[in-house]
């Protein structure tokens, strides 16, 4: 961690900050324009098909891409210059926006076109986040790891909460072919906010040839390397595993339970959104002398409580669900900002976007069978129940990470 803070990256206390302050400007553009348009897109095909199918369909067309090429992704991201590849992979995502804007220009965009474009812009994010997480090592020190975490949740916690009502706003302001080009506006900020930083790339064993299939067992290897490692990583994709049909059902849970409407149903996603702004601020806010494992297995705790809890509640309860949706929003940030700064301490910076991409493999693979899943949940095990079960398994996770002592030793 520390040694690769050092002078002959160029980097000093204060040349980090104003390095992330360049990047983070280009970050925020760049997804709050991204959840305007995805938002957007949801809206518009909710008001055309009102159909669940299709927007299951196109949940699983943005997940599959980038649950898959992460598998493989992470071996070029270790390999290529960093930087470029971040700034190549956002062009990719405008160039596909571009040309579906084109085609509703034209009155000629049918509904696999969006399909092929989420499709498309999912391939780039897999691309372009493993780089960016494996470059945050070689930016700053170990010891502020978890507060820039921290700041990149609150950036995502923004984009979530401002998406759904921007998007909403401008459907009905103009049409879903002007709104794309917000998305070709925000990625050419992002790439230009990295071509205005140096962004270094890890040392490489230059005398072997690359190999895919070694680099990849490398990848993979690193993830177990590590005593606990591998138990941390299968805990954390467990609880994805268990929390993703659920927080398709937040949805239905409030028109089908609370007998809510379209209000109620935006400011679930709003309260979410902002109770993970919350605890992103929280450990973006300073350094703290705890054990980020502790955390961790604290937050499984929480959101598991606040799932059961929820599915527990009677209809007139929707008070409570909103509050419990609020503290699993806090514990979902500081849940991801505590496990991304352990494993970017712990990890090599060579391996490190191996790592990052097949975490988010082995977790978005689980998330999209849990969509295809959703369904048949809803309709046979009914969606108070599945809130209770699912809620319960994750609090049964939470739990055992504190009996394992590798993972307590992680950090």
């Known amino acids: 961690g520390v040694r690769l803070f050092s002078v002959s990256n160029g980097f000093t206390m204060e040349t980090w900050k104003k390095t992330f302050a360049v990047i983070w400007s280009g970050q925020l553009a760049s997804i709050l324009s991204s959840e305007i348009v995805a938002y957007s897109i949801i809206f518009w095909m909710s008001l055309e098909t009102g159909s669940a199918e299709v927007l299951a369909f196109a949940a699983i067309a943005g997940m599959l891409p980038q649950s898959l090429l992460g598998l493989f992704v992470g071996v070029y991201i270790d390999r290529w210059d960093r930087k470029r590849t971040m700034i190549l992979a956002d062009s990719f995502i405008a160039l596909c926006t ?121 990848g993979f290897s690193a993830m177990h390397a590590i005593p606990g490692m591998g138990w941390f990583f299968t805990l954390a994709i467990v609880v994805w595993f268990f929390i993703m049909p659920v927080g398709v059902m937040f949805p239905l849970m409030t ?78 940030s500081v849940f991801n900002a505590s496990f991304v700064s352990v494993v970017q301490t712990r990890i090599e910076a060579g391996m490190l976007g191996r790592v990052m991409s097949l975490y988010r493999s082995f977790g978005l693979l689980p998330a999209a069978l849990g969509l295809l899943g959703t369904g048949f949940l809803a309709e046979n095990v009914g969606l108070t129940t599945t809130f209770v079960v699912a809620g319960t398994i994750i609090v049964a996770v939470g739990a055992a990470g504190f009996f394992i002592p590798s993972v307590m030793r992680l950090d």
């Open 255 to 332: 028109l089908q339970h609370f007998g809510g409407g379209a209000f109620e149903m935006s400011l679930i996603e709003i309260v979410w959104g902002g109770g993970a702004l919350v605890g992103g601020a929280v450990m973006g806010a300073r350094t703290y002398r705890v054990s980020r494992i502790v955390l961790v297995n604290l937050m499984y705790l929480i959101v598991g409580l606040s799932f059961a809890l929820s599915g527990l509640l009677s209809p007139s309860g929707f008070l409570w669900f909103a509050l419990f949706t609020a503290a699993a929003g806090v514990s979902s």
């Open 98 to 218: 571009l040309a579906l804007a084109a085609l509703f220009w034209a009155g000629a965009a049918e509904m696999w076109h969006i399909y092929i474009l989420l499709a498309c812009r999912s391939a780039g994010s897999a691309f372009h986040i493993p780089a960016m997480q494996a470059s945050v090592p070689l930016l700053a020190p170990a010891s502020q790891l978890t507060r820039i975490a921290g700041v990149n949740q609150i950036i995502a916690s923004l984009s979530s909460i401002a998406g759904p009502a921007l998007g909403a706003l401008l459907i009905n302001l103009t049409s879903i072919g002007n709104i794309l080009l917000l998305d070709v506006a925000g990625a050419a900020i992002a790439c230009i906010s990295l071509l205005c930083v140096r962004i270094p790339n890890p040392a490489r064993d230059t005398t072997r040839k690359p190999d895919l299939w070694r680099e990849f067992r490398e």
